[in-house]
């Protein structure tokens, strides 16, 4: 066993550690985050602070469950996030090793560049490579989910990437660069609104209206001017884009003709 493959089995052993433990799952973030969130940050404005406010979310709503709980989680949601912490685990050990190796996957070396260089760009760029990629691992999963939370799926991807093209410096300019930044707290914010992030699995009726944008009320009509006004008319363009910055060309099948794709075409 070479160097690689012992470090490659040390950091699935971490993630298979905290498989059924959504809180341990949140701790391995928060201590990576500790080490390397940035160390010029004030306080609690590290870069990990979107992502552990949606890892939250994941956990309120019960999706890192573990399967054989009273609420069982979703095989879908627990296989991304475990891709999620298994490259950015490996990327640490591999930096707090002192090897170099080649022909390692994109996320591992997106978290390498952002672990060097701690900024808002490289961090979505780290982040986001890992999401589609987890993304790809999971897609067979994703059948066994409803239809409505395949379709959600959709709603986090391009809302993800809609975030990182404000700090790309694609949408709104200097105003969305603020929005976006991942030190802030809208996402812990926008994760509490029901009507963009459901409070439940499975879905709610009521989630599931917002979810297909068929609520007739006041957060339906923001939600819809976000999702229909702001991003699904440019979606083509967005996850182009997106495959460029993150050097994830898989992302293009997930998006034809302004509408998402994955891993259905409508509902």
């Avoid at 975030?163 to 030190?183: C, H, T, W, Y």
Wanted: proline share 5%; with cysteine.
């Amino acid at each position: 066993m070479n160097k690689l493959e012992i470090l490659q089995k040390k950091a699935k052993a971490i993630v298979d550690n905290v498989s059924d433990d959504p809180k341990g799952r949140y701790q391995l973030r928060y201590e990576f985050y500790k080490k390397y969130g940035d160390p010029f940050a004030k306080g609690n404005d590290g870069l990990g602070n979107s992502e552990l406010a949606f890892i939250e979310w994941e956990i309120k709503r019960g999706t890192l469950n573990p399967m054989d709980s009273d609420h069982p989680g979703s095989l879908w949601w627990r296989k991304v996030n475990s891709h999620f912490l298994y490259v950015a685990t490996l990327a640490q050990l591999i930096k707090e090793s002192g090897e170099a190796f080649l022909d390692l996957p994109v996320p591992v070396n997106f978290w390498l560049q952002y672990i060097d260089t701690p900024n808002e760009c490289s961090w979505y760029r780290a982040h986001n490579s890992s999401i589609i990629s987890g993304y790809a691992v999971a897609d067979k999963l994703a059948y066994k989910e409803t239809i409505y939370e395949q379709y959600f799926m959709n709603i986090v991807l391009y809302r993800l990437l809609f975030a990182q093209s404000m700090v790309e410096g694609v949408s709104f300019g200097i105003l969305g660069k603020l929005f976006a930044n991942p030190r802030g707290c809208a996402v812990a914010i926008i994760t509490e609104v029901s009507a963009f992030y459901p409070d439940h699995y499975p879905m709610s009726k009521k989630d599931i209206k917002y979810v297909t944008h068929r609520a007739r009320n006041f957060m339906g009509l923001i939600e819809d001017i976000f999702d229909k006004v702001l991003i699904l008319p440019h979606l083509d363009r967005l996850y182009t884009e997106a495959a460029k910055w993150n050097s994830s060309p898989v992302v293009l099948n997930y998006a034809k003709n302004n509408k998402p794709t994955y891993p259905i075409t409508e509902i």
